[in-house]
């Protein structure tokens, strides 16, 4: 286990400090954590996978996948809950506010326009 919680660490891009900030231990009981000379609890266990997204049976055996999958409708969610948070005023931040503001006759033309669109690619070389 040790070395799937390094992974997690480097693959989030943290140091050993910021990791060990971000589930409440010392940068220390982190380092031996992951040298294997100490056994995380099922508290830090649950803490790691609660802050970074990571399934707790890869976590304790290595098998599956490393990060939980969010559904479709999580996604969204997720992109229109960190797209609400920025207070600039960015493209993306536009567009949607733009696709709130459509009627059900604006939706039903734009999705006309899409399959237009689909159907060209599809028929290009």
Partial sequence: ???RIEAVRKREGLTQEQFADRIN?????LWM????SRT??????????????VREAWLRTGEGEMFVQDTQ?????????DLTKDDSDTFKKRF????AGLSPADWELLERMAEKLTQKKEESP
């Fill in 25 to 29: 231990l010392s940068r220390n009981y």
């Fill in 40 to 53: 995380p609890s099922d508290r830090t266990i649950k803490d790691i996978c609660d802050k970074f997204g």
């Fill in 73 to 81: 409708s999580e996604q969204v969610a997720a992109f229109l809950a």
């Fill in 33 to 36: 954590l992951e040298n294997g």
């Fill in 96 to 99: 949607v506010e733009m696709l």
């Fill in 1 to 3: 286990m040790n070395a």
